[in-house]
């Protein structure tokens, strides 16, 4: 059956799976670990402060994305920015503020997620990030996205300090792991739409790894450029990529194209 020139739309309200998205998705995972330092360090809001003001911000963002009829990279990377934002401060309130192990906040959000796909998946029979025609599925997408940035957060965090290994070898560890997924997909036919929640997932804790490295002093195993200095970096090449992609429209997937499975590149 062919589809309505609204489920059309709809449907290209995510941008098409390509390098630059995977680029930008690594940068927004950084943003979120240096710039939630940031605001709750450097401008002293706290985690409870941060956490309310970068709620509101979201809450905001997600409003005009659900409002499109079709995929704007300024909303869409706002929102994908300041969600990595708030799923990392609900890690860090869990484990700072009310004492919740990082081992116990990685299980929860991990089963928050496979919860999250198992009703999605039940409900619309499919987890195609081009599949996304209705509302319904977009509120599933964003929903999912939101755990996998806690769940990137508690395990980058669970690896990189709780065994010790440090954020480089971290982000390598990660980095590999995502090489695996890559691999298996192009050479093992690993399902595409499983591919790419998998290395959606692997991306939070390399991008988390990355930030702390540069941003963290020497005496903690970083480069000592400072969340301020990450942040801005960070903040700087998202932007020059989004104005980008919105002139050149790179990402953009034809009208006349069907969804695609999302795979890891199309």
């Given at each position: 059956m062919?589809q309505?020139?609204?489920?059309?739309?709809?449907?290209?309200?995510?941008?098409?799976?390509?390098?630059?998205?995977?680029?930008?998705k690594?940068?927004?995972?950084?943003?979120g670990?240096?710039?939630?330092d940031?605001?709750?360090?450097?401008l002293?809001?706290?985690?409870?402060?941060?956490?309310?003001v970068?709620?509101v911000l979201?809450?905001?963002?997600?409003f005009l994305?659900?409002?499109?009829?079709k995929?704007?990279?300024g909303?869409?990377?706002?929102?994908?920015?300041?969600?990595?934002?708030?799923?990392?401060l609900?890690?860090?309130?869990?484990?700072?503020?009310?004492?919740?192990?990082?081992?116990?906040?990685?299980?929860?959000?991990?089963?928050?997620l496979?919860?999250?796909?198992?009703?999605w998946?039940?409900?619309?029979?499919?987890?195609?990030?081009?599949?996304?025609?209705?509302?319904?599925?977009e509120a599933?997408?964003?929903?999912?996205?939101?755990?996998?940035?806690a769940?990137?957060?508690?395990?980058?965090?669970?690896?990189?300090e709780?065994?010790?290994?440090g954020?480089?070898?971290?982000?390598?560890?990660?980095?590999?792991?995502?090489?695996v997924?890559?691999i298996?997909h192009r050479?093992?036919?690993?399902?595409a739409?499983?591919?790419?929640?998998?290395?959606?997932?692997?991306t939070r804790p390399l991008?988390?790894s990355?930030?702390?490295?540069?941003?963290?002093?020497?005496?903690?195993?970083?480069?000592?450029?400072?969340?301020?200095?990450?942040?801005?970096?960070?903040?700087?090449?998202i932007?020059?990529?989004v104005?980008?992609?919105?002139v050149t429209?790179?990402?953009?997937?034809?009208?006349?194209q069907?969804?695609?499975?999302?795979?890891?590149?199309?």
């Amino acid at each position: 059956m062919p589809q309505t020139t609204v489920q059309r739309k709809m449907a290209n309200k995510v941008p098409e799976v390509t390098a630059y998205f995977w680029i930008i998705k690594v940068l927004c995972t950084t943003v979120g670990e240096t710039a939630a330092d940031f605001l709750n360090e450097n401008l002293h809001l706290g985690l409870t402060g941060t956490t309310i003001v970068m709620g509101v911000l979201l809450a905001i963002a997600l409003f005009l994305q659900m409002r499109l009829r079709k995929y704007v990279p300024g909303i869409y990377w706002l929102a994908v920015v300041l969600i990595s934002i708030v799923g990392t401060l609900i890690t860090d309130n869990l484990t700072d503020n009310l004492g919740v192990s990082l081992v116990l906040t990685t299980i929860v959000f991990g089963v928050a997620l496979a919860v999250t796909f198992a009703i999605w998946y039940a409900k619309e029979k499919t987890l195609s990030i081009h599949a996304i025609t209705t509302t319904r599925r977009e509120a599933f997408y964003w929903l999912a996205i939101l755990f996998t940035f806690a769940l990137g957060t508690a395990a980058g965090d669970l690896v990189a300090e709780k065994f010790g290994i440090g954020y480089l070898v971290s982000a390598l560890l990660f980095a590999g792991l995502i090489a695996v997924v890559a691999i298996a997909h192009r050479i093992s036919k690993l399902d595409a739409i499983w591919a790419f929640w998998m290395a959606y997932i692997l991306t939070r804790p390399l991008g988390a790894s990355l930030g702390d490295f540069l941003s963290q002093p020497h005496d903690h195993g970083g480069l000592g450029l400072g969340a301020v200095g990450t942040s801005g970096l960070f903040f700087g090449l998202i932007l020059g990529m989004v104005v980008f992609l919105t002139v050149t429209r790179r990402d953009v997937i034809p009208e006349d194209q069907s969804p695609q499975a999302g795979g890891i590149e199309s």
